[in-house]
């Protein structure tokens, strides 16, 4: 797998030369792989802060080509926010959620849909973050009525048939990242973190989670649209957080 995710021209340009572009002051580094990785000091996450990276290619992957490269990335951020020498081991709790046990190193929640992948990081806060590509399923209205919240199927279900896609995506995308976050994913009951849809569709609150999850209050929501046809959302519970957005630019030449 290993050659076959080698030999994509995307992913030697990737692993050649990695630019980062902030989307709150331009420009915000340009680093080779290696050089990003080996940064000293490392790459600074305040406390108050929540970094969401961006991966899209226009040039269609594979699945399973697109899950290495995520898995690669995810290994070369960790060692850059934990100042290591090398990637750290990634575990997988009881639900299936990552994490690194070794100290110094951020929590962190990666996502990817079609040939977009996301990643997010924070310091002291349990995150999740999904992304998924709109325009996939033609039975939003049947899978909300078998998997999400009664209210929410009756909401879906007024909105035009042209507006509905959108919204059953974004609300699957703000449920599935509050389920990450507690590390439960989807055997938590997606019908159990409930969202109230506005007169305009495209906003999206969260109006009920069950107990075990805490308070409504207690908990922040970012959506955001990581590439165009795609709806992806951040969640953690705790105080607002900074969000920085950074991108991976797949257009970078090869050294």
């Not at 030697?12 to 990695?18: A, E, F, K, Q």
């Not at 792989?33 to 040039?59: I, K, T």
């Not at 159990?192 to 989670?209: N, Y």
């Amino acid at each position: 797998m290993r050659d076959q995710i080698a030999a994509l021209p995307q992913w030697r340009r990737i692993r050649g030369r990695l630019p980062v572009v902030s989307a709150d002051r331009g420009i915000d580094c340009l680093l080779g792989a290696d050089e990003f990785a080996d940064r000293d000091p490392p790459v600074a996450l305040a406390a108050d802060e929540l970094h969401l990276w961006l991966w899209h290619s226009e040039q269609p992957f594979p699945p399973r080509q697109v899950s290495a490269l995520a898995r690669d990335a995810l290994g070369r951020l960790l060692q850059a926010y934990g100042g290591a020498g090398a990637p750290p081991p990634i575990l997988r709790g009881e639900h299936g959620k990552p994490f690194v046990a070794e100290a110094g190193f951020p929590q962190f929640n990666l996502s990817h849909s079609g040939c977009c992948v996301v990643f997010a990081f924070a310091r002291d806060h349990e995150i999740g973050v999904d992304v998924e590509m709109i325009g996939r399923r033609h039975s939003s209205l049947e899978l909300a009525r078998r998997f999400y919240a009664a209210e929410e199927a009756a909401a879906l279900g007024a909105l035009a048939e042209s507006e509905r896609e959108a919204a059953f995506m974004r609300m699957w995308t703000c449920k599935e990242a509050v389920l990450k976050a507690l590390g439960q994913g989807l055997s938590f009951g997606l019908h159990r973190v409930r969202f109230a849809i506005g007169p305009d569709s495209p906003a999206i609150a969260l109006q009920e989670i069950a107990a075990e999850a805490g308070r409504r209050e207690d908990w922040q929501l970012k959506r955001f649209e990581p590439a165009a046809g795609h709806a992806g959302a951040l969640a953690w519970r705790g105080p607002p957080l900074h969000v920085r957005t950074f991108r991976l630019h797949p257009e970078a030449a090869v050294d």
